[in-house]
């Protein structure tokens, strides 16, 4: 081997090891920063917390991605915290971009939309979120939005989507069904639905109770 090259071997090897150092370096900037905004996170000062991430994230280090991710989450839930729903709304986009079937991100996001009283998009985001992932717990979600606004039938008509298409909350869908009808004054229709919950989930006491309030309003 000429010198030529095993200079040029050792002269890589050393701008590697360079390089390697300084983003191990950035790494470790990047986490005590992390760190400090935690402890802001948890004292509730959300601005500080906001300010550290930032800093932490424009700490550009090639071992920092999973730490990244992690940091975008506080940070969105801090600007959600104070009310500055649209820059939390911009960070879950960007989330949903990484991992489009992470529900949690199109529920948080949805949970930005009704804070804004913006129903419309928060329907819509959560109607997402559940062709994205067939989770039937958006659907229960966009039935509270319609039972809030009282539009009784919208949120029955979820309801029966999420129950027709089974899964663990159905049992939930089902019971949400008696309280969408009882708060609607439909007394029969919530005993009915009240009725055949019973049948298949017995020695439920709570419901026994409604079933025996509710026979007593029709």
């Given at each position: 081997?000429s010198?030529?090259i095993?200079?040029t071997m ?9 390089v390697g ?12 920063l ?5 402890l802001?996170?948890?004292?509730e000062d959300?601005s500080k917390?906001i300010?550290?991430?930032q800093?932490?994230?424009d700490?550009r280090?090639v071992?920092g991605?999973k730490?990244?991710h992690d940091?975008?989450c506080?940070?969105a839930?801090s600007y ?10 911009k ?7 990484d991992?489009?079937k ?8 949805g949970?930005c939309?009704?804070a ?8 819509q985001?959560l109607?997402?979120g559940?062709?994205?992932?067939g ?6 979600q966009i039935?509270d939005?319609?039972l809030?606004?009282?539009e009784y039938?919208?949120?029955i008509?979820?309801v029966?989507k999420?129950i ?15 309280i969408?009808?009882?708060k609607s004054q439909?007394y029969q229709a919530a005993y009915?639905?009240v009725?055949?919950y ?5 020695n439920d ?8 309030f509710l026979s007593?309003?029709?």
């Amino acid at each position: 081997m000429s010198k030529i090259i095993r200079r040029t071997m050792l002269l890589l090897f050393l701008v590697i090891l360079a390089v390697g150092y300084f983003q191990w370096n950035m790494y470790g900037q990047k986490v005590e920063l992390r760190e400090e905004a935690l402890l802001y996170f948890k004292e509730e000062d959300y601005s500080k917390t906001i300010k550290y991430l930032q800093q932490a994230l424009d700490k550009r280090s090639v071992f920092g991605n999973k730490i990244d991710h992690d940091m975008r989450c506080y940070m969105a839930e801090s600007y959600y915290q104070l009310e500055q729903y649209d820059k939390a709304e911009k960070i879950y986009d960007q989330l949903l971009k990484d991992s489009e079937k992470e529900k949690k991100y199109y529920l948080l996001k949805g949970r930005c939309y009704q804070a804004e009283e913006e129903y419309g998009k928060a329907v819509q985001i959560l109607e997402t979120g559940y062709d994205k992932t067939g989770d039937s717990e958006f659907i229960k979600q966009i039935s509270d939005i319609y039972l809030e606004q009282e539009e009784y039938e919208k949120a029955i008509a979820y309801v029966d989507k999420g129950i027709k298409a089974g899964g663990d909350s159905k049992k939930e869908l089902m019971y949400q069904k008696v309280i969408i009808y009882e708060k609607s004054q439909d007394y029969q229709a919530a005993y009915d639905a009240v009725k055949e919950y019973c049948e298949l989930f017995p020695n439920d006491d709570d419901a026994e109770k409604e079933m025996v309030f509710l026979s007593t309003r029709i």
